[in-house]
């Protein structure tokens, strides 16, 4: 499965960053995978934000939640980010990523085998 990522590379602070990824490969509705967003913030470790699983639901980091959106476009075999009310904290490469497991879902970047090359978004005015 290939996953590619894209979206604005500038947004200004207390918008709505708001990233989509499009799969080929597979089908977004296959059981047992979960789809994730990760982003790595500069001088800092791989950060999960959230996940939507094969059947539409999803999964949040408890540090994020309260910004994050996780939604998906079966028709176009795509899942979008929107992380609300952005500061220049939540600069960072972005990637989204997919595992195919049975069981909960998994909330750790090494847990995730397939990935996209990421995408730079710098939140400043």
């Known amino acids: 499965v290939q996953l590619q990522e894209s979206g604005p590379g500038l947004v200004k602070p207390s918008q709505t960053l708001s990233l989509t990824c499009t799969v080929s490969?597979?089908?977004?509705?296959?059981?047992?995978?979960?789809w994730s967003w990760i982003r790595k913030p500069p001088g800092e470790d791989l950060e999960w934000m959230g996940a939507?699983?094969?059947?539409?639901?999803?999964t949040y980091s408890p540090s994020l939640e309260s910004r994050t959106s996780i939604s998906r476009d079966t028709s176009k075999n795509q899942f979008t980010l929107q992380l609300s009310s952005v500061t220049p904290e939540d600069t960072a490469v972005y990637y989204c990523?997919?595992?195919?497991?049975?069981?909960?879902?998994?909330?750790?970047?090494?847990?995730?085998?397939?990935w996209g090359q990421g995408t730079q978004v710098t939140v400043s005015s």
């Open positions: 990523a997919a595992v195919r497991t049975p069981g909960l879902c998994r909330t750790t970047s090494r847990d995730y085998d397939h």
């Open positions: 490969g597979d089908s977004i509705s296959t059981k047992y995978y979960y």
């Open positions: 939507i699983d094969w059947s539409g639901d999803t």
